[in-house]
């Protein structure tokens, strides 16, 4: 754009000035003053409670998060006690809206394990060939590819849209694996290593297998990874990316293209990107701070983060603090045990006690340097990277598995458009344009 002169000053055209919107009560971000949010739907899909309203004034709780009204902590404490996998049920759960007995579950791990055999040169073709630095580009071309192999992809009835979400479920894991595998070759100069999916193995246990040239795991790895699957499936239908899949599919396009809208949405440091925005500052703060024990020097550095002498200017300490959840961010919590047990199997200790450190005097920080009066807690992705990390998994797969587990709730959140929307969603914009003359070419003066 070095042709263009006035591309410095192309930025003074689209600036509103902040007393706009307060003219015109726009709620910025489809949030109110109070953080709320403005509510443009209704769904039975997933529920997020983090607080509680009593005449207008938001009252802190402990944080919860409910799959078709069924809390996800007793869903986790299932699995654990009867040392089973869960992603395959919550899945069955958030799109049928019912838990699978036995024989319906197994069915559909059937089904699912059917469905991952990506179509006759599509590895080759889509992924081998046209690898990407970014997964989740990749993975967003990806979906957009499958259109191309459907016999009817723009068919919206509803048995045709679940069994195109099926596949996709069942397709992500194959392809985050693949796509990555191709970008360590092609951009790393690593060894290419393409496992084929194990029909005998539950989608948690395939990925671990198809990421590592050896194809091996531990039992707690896949366990591990299974619950954060489970964790990161749906979050109502506000978040970024579902509403993105509700915004799509109101216009009645197809499914792929409303799941790679939905990537594209995912795939932002302010939604679930933020997971490597931790991971980033915690090795920012291994490098400065010399004992990671010591309260004091922590303390001292995270000062420096929010006043933004230190970090990366932003002001922020990643992975503290959440649009609705006040207290706790029961991922958080769920996540946090599980990666104690990781850090003793992976000699990890030393770090998992910098993250508790972290957690625990980051709120102070807030309060003492800034004066902020917000109740703040951790949220779920300040430990997710950490147990990716653990788990061996690098940091450009931490976003693609966010996505390989969400794509259950943007298929529940696309079906719930199609069977109760009926509108295009169309909110409004107010214009705050002086209205001008046009200037005839001769004689406009040169700038």
Partial sequence: MKDVKNIKNIKEHYIIEPEFYEKYEVN???????????????????????YILEEGEKIPVPGKLLYRGINVESMIDACLEEKRFGFEETAYLLLFGMLPTKEELAAFCALLCQRQALPDNFAED????????????????????????????????????????????????????????????????????INMPDP??????????????????????????????????????????????????????????????????LKGPKHGGANAEVLNMMDDIKAHVKDWSDRDEVYN???????????????????????????????????????????????????????????????QVFAEVKGETKVISSNVDFYSGFVYQMLGIPEALCTPIFAMSRIVGWCAHRIDELVNGGKIIRPAYRNASEKRSYVPMAKRLGR
């Fill in 126 to 193: 889509v992924i081998l060939r046209a690898p990407s630095r970014n997964i989740m580009n990749k993975l967003a071309q990806c979906v957009l590819a499958c259109y191309t192999y459907e016999t009817n992809p723009d068919s919206i009835e509803l048995e045709n849209v679940l069994s195109q979400c099926i596949d996709l479920i069942a397709r992500f894991p194959v392809m985050v694996a693949y796509a990555y595998q191709a970008k360590q070759r092609y951009y790393e100069g690593k060894g290419l290593y």
């Fill in 200 to 265: 005998k193995l539950s989608l948690a246990e395939n990925f671990l297998q198809m990421l590592r040239a050896d194809g091996k795991f531990t039992p707690l790895e896949a366990s591990i990874l299974d619950l954060s699957l489970i964790l990161h499936a749906e979050h109502g239908g506000g978040n970024n990316s579902s509403f993105t899949v509700h915004v799509v599919s109101s216009t009645d396009t197809d499914t792929y293209s409303a799941i790679a809208a939905a990537i594209g949405s």
């Fill in 28 to 50: 910025r971000g489809l949030r109110k003053k109070d953080g709320t949010g403005v509510l443009i739907g209704i769904t039975r899909i997933g529920d997020v409670r983090g």
């Fill in 301 to 363: 550095y995270l000062a420096k983060i929010i006043r933004k002498e230190a970090g990366n200017g932003s002001g922020l300490i990643y992975g503290m603090g959440h649009a609705i959840y006040t207290l706790s961010d029961p991922r958080s919590e769920i996540l946090k045990k599980q990666a104690v047990l990781l850090a003793k199997e992976k000699d990890q200790e030393a770090e998992m006690s910098l993250y508790l450190l972290i957690e625990e005097l980051a709120p």
